[in-house]
């Protein structure tokens, strides 16, 4: 079955320093999403993707998050400037075509980022 | 809050008993899905149910909805061990603008012992 995978699955960075995370999503899939997990706390939602441009994004997700689609392949999430709040696992997210809203979303395993 | 909120937190069971998970949710849905973490891996779908559908089953799984007191359950009949994991309700709300953003509830953690 196609998977969404994540690229690292741990990354440690120290404060200040720019971090990129990446996907791949499923290959026939047309949404895409980051979200967010802190320790203990709930899975919060970062931004979707569709048809090269941010369809919507939280107010976690301010100057520092950027979001790209390089190729027809990866979806990667930058974050320009860490800080230690930012330390959490990042999980990338994909959906197909039809029926916008009403397709599970497949998640990928997370990338736990550690910020020091 | 527009999320999800299960009960209970945690839930610790024997094999082949039965599990029930419930969720509540603030405002009007367009649907509510709920998926399963295993320890340090992602979120897995289990089953989406619509705003025009009261029950929906799914293997071992069962998951109602009451729409008009904004809650869900899902029951696990038969736990295995393998069952253990943090379960989430998900919602997505009924707004046309979002291409499906999840709100998560805090989850419940279930132990199931062989």
């Known amino acids: 079955e196609p998977e969404v995978t994540q690229t690292p699955s741990h990354q440690v960075t120290q404060m200040g320093q720019e971090v990129i995370l990446r996907c791949v999503p499923i290959s026939n899939h047309l949404y895409f999403y980051w979200y967010r997990q802190i320790l203990g706390q709930k899975v919060e939602f970062l931004v979707s993707?569709?048809?090269?441009?941010?369809?919507?994004k939280s107010e976690i997700f301010d100057d520092q998050f950027s979001v790209e689609r390089p190729d027809g392949s990866n979806f990667t999430l930058k974050i320009r400037s860490t800080k230690l709040e930012d330390s959490a696992m990042y999980f990338c997210?994909?959906?197909?075509?039809?029926?916008?809203?009403?397709?599970?979303?497949?998640f990928g395993d997370g990338t736990r980022l550690s910020i020091l | 809050s527009q999320q999800g909120e299960e009960d209970p937190q945690a839930l610790s069971i024997q094999e082949g008993e039965n599990a029930t998970m419930n969720c509540s949710y603030k405002?009007?849905?367009?649907?509510l899905q709920w998926y399963r973490q295993n320890s340090g891996r992602g979120l897995v779908h289990l089953i989406l149910?619509?705003?025009?559908?009261r029950e929906k089953h799914s293997g071992r799984l069962r998951v109602t909805l009451d729409t008009s007191k904004k809650s869900s359950s899902l029951l696990i009949t038969a736990s295995r061990a393998a069952d253990t994991a943090s379960y989430f309700c998900a919602t997505v709300y009924d707004r046309g603008s979002t291409l499906g953003r999840l709100y998560f509830g805090r989850g419940t953690q279930l132990t199931v012992w062989p």
């Open positions: 997210a994909s959906s197909p075509r039809r029926d916008r809203g009403n397709q599970p979303q497949h």
């Open positions: 405002t009007s849905i367009n649907n």
């Open positions: 993707f569709y048809n090269n441009e941010i369809s919507e």
């Open positions: 149910i619509r705003s025009n559908e």
